[in-house]
């Protein structure tokens, strides 16, 4: 792009361009805001402008590019939040009877944590009631990441043997 064509588009040129905009858009700050963007793919892509041809044309082509992509975007970005269950939903709807609460007792529970060897057991235990991994590791003397491999295989061989007494 040559110096008179961007003395051009500094010009004449970008009151047409905000003029152009201002009709797509029907808003002066977001006609100025796409035009901007415009402005600024074509410096950026200033070397895909192909001397000779028509400044005007394509300005205003990617002026109008920029415009639909923006447009399509938030179309999509509605449809999306439209689509969205509401956040209060779960109050909304009808619950159904559990039974495992009345068929699984707390002693059996206890039972079967007590089956778990004493590596997983103690920091599962601790974690169950409130204690940080990080206040666990330093009672234990052992890195975070160790704790939460811990108690993560404590509830994994639970489900374990939990899937084996009630089957």
Same mark, same amino acid.
């Given at each position: 792009?040559?110096?008179?064509? &961007?003395?051009?588009?500094?010009?004449?040129? =970008?009151?047409?361009?905000?003029? =152009?905009?201002?009709? +797509?858009?029907?808003?002066?700050?977001?006609? #100025?805001? +796409?035009?901007?963007?415009?402005? /600024?793919?074509? %410096?950026?892509?200033?070397?895909? %402008?192909? @001397?000779?041809?028509?400044?005007?044309?394509?300005?205003?082509?990617?002026? /109008?590019? !920029? $415009?639909?992509?923006? =447009? #399509?975007?938030?179309?999509?970005?509605?449809?999306? %939040?439209?689509?969205?269950?509401? #956040?209060?939903?779960?109050?909304?709807? *009808?619950? !159904?009877?559990?039974?495992?609460? *009345?068929?699984?007792?707390?002693?059996?529970?206890?039972?079967?944590?007590?089956? +778990?060897?004493? &590596?997983?057991?103690?920091? %599962?235990?601790?974690?169950? #009631?409130?204690?940080?991994?990080?206040? &666990?590791?330093?009672? $234990?003397?052992? @890195? &975070?990441?160790?704790?939460?491999?811990?108690?993560?295989?404590?509830?994994?061989?639970?489900?374990? +043997?939990?899937?084996?007494? =009630?089957?």
């Amino acid at each position: 792009m040559t110096t008179q064509e &961007i003395h051009q588009l500094n010009g004449k040129l =970008y009151q047409e361009c905000i003029s =152009y905009a201002l009709t +797509l858009t029907n808003n002066v700050v977001t006609a #100025r805001d +796409l035009v901007q963007d415009a402005y /600024y793919k074509a %410096f950026k892509h200033e070397q895909q %402008f192909e @001397p000779g041809t028509n400044l005007r044309a394509w300005i205003k082509r990617i002026v /109008y590019n !920029t $415009f639909a992509s923006e =447009y #399509r975007r938030e179309k999509r970005r509605r449809e999306l %939040f439209q689509e969205a269950p509401r #956040r209060d939903h779960w109050m909304v709807t *009808a619950t !159904t009877d559990n039974s495992a609460p *009345a068929e699984i007792e707390s002693n059996t529970i206890l039972q079967l944590v007590d089956q +778990l060897k004493d &590596i997983y057991r103690r920091p %599962f235990l601790l974690h169950l #009631r409130g204690m940080p991994y990080d206040q &666990i590791g330093r009672s $234990f003397n052992i @890195p &975070i990441g160790t704790v939460k491999s811990r108690v993560f295989v404590a509830r994994q061989q639970l489900r374990v +043997l939990l899937t084996a007494t =009630y089957r």
